[in-house]
């Protein structure tokens, strides 16, 4: 478009001013097949720096995302790349960016950026503020306070000691102020970057960082809103009045929008989406408290950040708005704001000086934020590294510390060379913190057990600690029949702890109900319920035998096992059985998610005790096998050998002491004319079959059968004789390292998680219709890996061969039984 004078009318030439130089009043383009050509039409170019700019930011985040560092370093770099310091003035940045098309890129870059502060007040969970204690609150004023009077205490003497140039005299002191800016916002992404939302230090950093962004966010709308009203040339009472009207902005926005969202929550079930009616009037409040910012001389963005906190955060309002909003708003609009904004940034004009000075206050900022955390983290007995790490978390500047810069610029508080100095500033220490955070803080370790937490190495008769990890209510019928089966009685009782794992969404801020009997512990957990009462109305039904403990976790699936790792060693639980990704659903389909692996293999990991992984084939959900009833519940075990195979029987001998169930174990035998000798690992194999065959000696429902295998193919033959023998399989994961049975399955291993018998079991082409258990004994004790020592105990053994026919490993005829009898 561009502006239109009259005919009749003369023009002066000097004298005029242009308001949107494209020459074409379309800003669409008919096409090079119609002779135009598409980069001089606004609407072309625009999409093309759309592109580029999310283009070459995804790639720089691919390549920076293994030092861990934030989608900010590579959208300001990729900012500057396309600025006029790095891209000059030309061919390339005439057509791509040319001067008169920064008019609208810039309009378009500042509508993301008010979608982007709404979703970053939406994701905002005030909530945690109450809920924060007396630590997060000192940390937090810390953090804000005693960086800002040092800062401000260095300016005053370089002023004194130092010469310098007038303009950076009269701003010293506001550089000061805005090198001790934090954003609740900038350490949440560094956190979620990191993995670490669900650490420790996450739940520590996410209240004290929000108390700190909080003072940030209230001191800058004070400053800001009293520089506009004096640059409007406004007095006092004009200013008073500024105050009073954004008073009644935040008014409207609480008890008028904010009730109007929450009848909006009301209207949305819990099992439905919410209305894009609902969504489209949510735009329109967005849009309305903008201009109603602007109204009262305030920042356009002010509104809807404020908005945003008024939003209910999580499911079903805050969740869809982020789903919608968050990906477009994060990977499209944000990088051209920074393509913009890297415009800015012109070398030249730093000179070194002053570039001295400003670093010195930005190094000396950054100091006092970790001074003034690490100190207040003492006070609240944090030890050294921790204290180092939340204080480095709580110092990294981002997007919204730079937004407030330019919102400073913009109100001559600083000149451009000075905002270029500030803004590379906070690049330079979000790039250089990150890496050091990552390399310094290890949340993994604080999940080591120094003590062993396995079933094999549980007393006889003592208590069991279990933990179940669910994500779907479909799941629970199969979780409460392996209770039952694991026999809980007065003697030997279980206490079960049950995390109902739910993926974050619409919130920064993970968040850990606890379940207490008689009381609503959260609006947030009511996606539970169901699946609690079920467990409270079988713990009911065995007093005294089961204790039930129910949680809910909602965090991102990267950092879940955080949460169920730190509940595992908290409450000392010697068993975690997790779903596996793949499960049939009430209705007979199978669904498959990802993300579920990915969060049973970062368990796997780091669980500090042993963990179980229960396929389920629709045998243990299946109300055929109530362990109540006068149907048996037969069991097989697998065993080749090894700690987790141990590990997999002892769980199994507990079973065994169940009235209703039927138990086999299938030792197979590896064949070799070779005589080994008799390493500790083996020693301890047989000293547990050897225990278990005494303790079964006079039990007819009991029955060890060996078999001896010459190579992996026998192998694979004796467990396709077991497809319809049993109603739930145990296995361990990992077996003997010296078996020569094991190199042929490795081709064929689809899911290594379950090992090499355990994916055999539950492949595609298998017919086993059994559910099965794949069981890993702890790995992690005290820090080390407890590989089993292959140090000679002495002696040695020949393995005898035994007769094998081809007949199915079934249980006799015997091995069955009522209830009773």
């Not at 030309?90 to 309009?107: A, C, K, N, V």
């Not at 047989?686 to 001896?708: D, G, H, P, Q, S």
């Amino acid at each position: 478009m561009a502006y239109m004078v009259p005919a009749n009318e003369k023009v002066d030439k000097q004298n005029l001013t242009t308001i949107c130089g494209w020459v074409h009043n379309s800003v669409r383009s008919s096409g090079v097949f119609h002779g135009d050509n598409p980069m001089m039409f606004a609407g072309p170019v625009l999409l093309v720096q759309l592109g580029i700019s999310s283009l070459l930011t995804a790639i720089l985040q691919f390549l920076l995302n293994p030092l861990g560092e934030t989608a900010f370093i590579s959208q300001s770099l990729v900012g500057m790349a396309l600025g006029p310091s790095f891209l000059s003035n030309g061919s390339i940045r005439s057509i791509i960016f040319p001067p008169q098309s920064l008019y609208i890129s810039e309009t378009f870059a500042y509508f993301g950026l008010m979608l982007f502060l709404f979703l970053v007040g939406v994701k905002m969970d005030l909530g945690i503020i109450r809920k924060s204690g007396r630590r997060a609150v000192v940390i937090g004023v810390c953090n804000f306070f005693i960086p800002l009077a040092l800062n401000e205490a260095l300016a005053f003497i370089l002023r004194r000691t130092i010469p310098m140039d007038q303009t950076l005299y009269t701003s010293l002191p506001w550089i000061a102020s805005f090198q001790c800016l934090t954003s609740f916002y900038v350490s949440a992404c560094v956190l979620d970057d990191l993995h670490l939302l669900n650490s420790e230090l996450g739940r520590l950093a996410l209240p004290a960082s929000m108390i700190s962004g909080l003072c940030n966010w209230s001191w800058t709308l004070i400053t800001f809103t009293a520089r506009k009203t004096l640059m409007a040339g406004g007095g006092q009472h004009m200013l008073l009045l500024v105050g009073f009207l954004v008073i009644c902005m935040i008014a409207i926005i609480i008890y008028v929008l904010k009730p109007l969202m929450l009848w909006m929550v009301r209207q949305t079930g819990d099992d439905e989406t919410v209305r894009e009616s609902y969504i489209f009037g949510i735009f329109v409040m967005v849009l309305g408290c903008s201009m109603l910012g602007e109204i009262i001389g305030q920042h356009f963005l002010v509104g809807p950040m404020i908005l945003g906190l008024a939003v209910p955060e999580g499911p079903p309002l805050g969740t869809a708005l982020v789903t919608k909003l968050d990906t477009y708003v994060s990977t499209i609009l944000l990088p051209i704001y920074f393509v913009v904004n890297g415009s800015r940034i012109d070398f030249s004009l730093i000179h070194l000086k002053t570039f001295g000075i400003v670093q010195l206050m930005g190094v000396f900022g950054l100091m006092c934020k970790l001074i003034g955390t690490i100190l207040s983290s003492f006070y609240c007995e944090l030890a050294l590294n921790d204290a180092v790490s939340l204080g480095l978390v709580m110092s990294v500047q981002g997007i919204t510390d730079v937004l407030f810069i330019g919102f400073a610029s913009r109100l001559q508080y600083i000149n451009e060379e000075e905002y270029n100095i500030l803004v590379l500033s906070a690049i330079f220490f979000g790039a250089a913190i990150t890496p050091i955070l990552k390399a310094i803080y290890k949340p993994s370790k604080r999940y080591i057990a120094y003590k062993r937490r396995t079933i094999e190495h549980t007393k006889p008769g003592s208590e069991l600690r279990m933990l179940a990890c669910i994500h779907q209510e479909d799941q629970t019928p199969s979780l409460i029949n392996l209770l039952k089966s694991s026999n809980p009685s007065s003697k030997s009782p279980i206490f079960f702890y049950l995390i109902h794992l739910i993926e974050l969404s619409g919130r920064s801020a993970p968040i850990l109900v606890v379940h207490r009997v008689g009381k609503r512990s959260s609006m947030h957990s009511h996606q539970s319920d169901h699946i609690i009462n079920a467990f409270r109305l079988y713990e009911q039904q065995n007093q005294g035998a089961v204790m039930v403990n129910p949680y809910t976790t909602i965090s991102p699936y990267a950092t879940m096992h955080d949460e169920v790792c730190a509940l595992a060693l908290d409450r000392k639980v010697s068993l975690i059985i997790l779903p596996f990704h793949k499960f049939l659903t009430i209705h007979g389909a199978e669904e498959s998610n990802n993300s579920i692996r990915i969060v049973n293999r970062n368990i796997l990991r780091a669980a500090p005790c042993s963990v179980g992984i229960l396929v389920d084939r629709g045998t243990l959900g299946s109300s055929s096998h109530n362990m109540k009833s006068n149907t048996a519940f037969n069991i097989g075990v697998i065993f080749l050998g090894g700690q987790d195979d141990r590990e997999a029987l002892a769980y199994a001998n507990r079973m065994a002491e169940h009235p209703n169930v039927n138990l086999m174990v299938v030792h197979l035998v590896e064949y070799s004319t070779k005589k080994y000798k008799m390493t500790w690992d083996m020693q301890q194999d047989f000293e547990l079959i050897n225990e278990f065959k005494i303790a079964t000696t006079c039990n007819k429902y009991f029955v060890y059968k060996e078999e001896v295998v010459y190579d992996s193919v026998e192998v694979i033959g004796i467990i396709r004789t077991l497809d319809s023998c049993f109603d739930l399989i145990l296995v361990g994961r990992h077996h003997h390292s010296a078996s020569q049975l094991l190199p042929g399955l490795t081709e064929w291993n689809e899911f290594p998680e379950l090992g090499y018998i355990g994916d055999m079991l539950v492949s595609s082409d298998s017919s086993c219709k059994a559910s099965v258990l794949v069981v890993q004994q702890q790995v992690f004790v005290g820090g080390d890996i407890l590989d089993s020592p292959m140090c000679v105990i002495g002696g040695s053994f020949s393995v005898v061969d035994m007769p094998w026919d081809n007949a199915k490993v079934c249980p006799a005829p015997h091995y069955s039984r009522e209830l009773g009898k």
